[in-house]
């Protein structure tokens, strides 16, 4: 009887031990969201985690469509104004606001033909003219990485992509400056592959055959173009349409993206020997006339029109209709 009583006494001490000792198990994520909707109205959500859904918390007018943090800071700003805003500070520039991307602690902000650095109290800190000879350049999207700004041209003809050295905010140095071909072009999306150490840029065209979707490889580094690849073709006079039709795309490498052609599903993109193919697909009850697609520790969060979807491991664990069509958010 003693010895069974000294081996239950030493079987509930290591029980104790490994209770006190072991890892907590980590909060689930999905945090709080910020939405700004096409109205620019912002409405700030956060997550019930017993209910796997977001109660909204605040509501404010007027604000704008596009939306981004910084040191904690909430700021707005929207396509047809040049002004950016928070409740404590506002900046007007000469042009109109195209796209933003924050870095550190600062704001980088492409307005026509330049790319200006904001700090926090929206200070102008540096400004650097995007002009390739006598073109001068509006750049529509920008993504930051590892000290480079990427940047895709909004001009019709002729369009380039830029690189920026952000290393120093005060000193702004544009790196490269590379030409794309193309016909009555744009270029939609970018991202950057970290196992190739390629930059990724979308761009698509409409031609009198019909509209296109191509995929440009580049050197991450030298900005020298490796390759190209037609991903969707959409011909007027065939019925036939073939490939598939990114609309929205994630940052960096592993690279999730919204798909958009006879199905709307969200799908992780693969690539090898310079090819982009489908891995895996999660298909979308709803359709998609304008999505979005951002990866936040591990997390995907997908707004498609006035839905809104949170996957956990290709798993759905929030899907919640909003009031507005969403334009923008941010998760933190």
């Not at 805003?85 to 870095?103: C, H, I, K, L, M």
Request: aromatic share 14%; charged share 30%.
């Amino acid at each position: 009887m003693k010895k069974i009583l000294i081996v239950l006494i030493v079987f509930l001490a290591i029980f104790a031990a490994i209770l006190l000792f072991a890892p907590e198990e980590p909060e689930r994520f999905p945090g709080s969201v910020v939405f700004a909707d096409l109205n620019k109205n912002v409405s700030y959500y956060a997550y019930n985690k017993e209910k796997d859904a977001y109660s909204k918390k605040e509501e404010e007018e007027d604000k704008g469509s596009h939306i981004f943090k910084l040191n904690d800071e909430y700021f707005f700003w929207s396509t047809d104004s040049n002004t950016i805003f928070s409740r404590d500070s506002v900046v007007d520039f000469r042009e109109e606001v195209e796209a933003v991307d924050t870095y550190k602690e600062y704001a980088y902000v492409c307005v026509e033909s330049s790319l200006v650095v904001l700090n926090d109290e929206l200070e102008e800190i540096d400004r650097v003219d995007i002009e390739v000879g006598e073109w001068a350049k509006n750049a529509h999207d920008i993504f930051i990485h590892d000290d480079t700004a990427y940047l895709l041209d909004n001009i019709m003809f002729p369009i380039y992509i830029l690189t920026v050295d952000v290393k120093d905010p005060a000193n702004l140095k544009i790196i490269e400056k590379t030409h794309i071909e193309g016909v009555n072009q744009h270029l939609v999306d970018q991202w950057l592959d970290r196992k190739h150490d390629q930059w990724v840029v979308l761009q698509s065209q409409s031609t009198t055959a019909g509209g296109f979707l191509s995929a440009y490889f580049f050197d991450a580094q030298k900005v020298e173009k490796i390759g190209s690849q037609r991903l969707y073709s959409n011909p007027y006079y065939e019925e036939e349409i073939d490939g598939f039709n990114i609309v929205s795309s994630t940052d960096v490498s592993p690279v999730w993206a919204i798909i958009v052609d006879d199905d709307h599903f969200v799908a992780k993109i693969g690539h090898k020997k310079g090819d982009l193919f489908i891995e895996e697909k999660i298909f979308l009850a709803e359709d998609c006339s304008s999505a979005l697609i951002k990866e936040e520790r591990g997390y995907l969060f997908v707004a498609c029109d006035r839905n809104f979807l949170v996957f956990e491991d290709e798993e759905v664990i929030v899907e919640q209709t909003l009031k507005e069509k969403v334009s923008d958010f941010i998760v933190y």
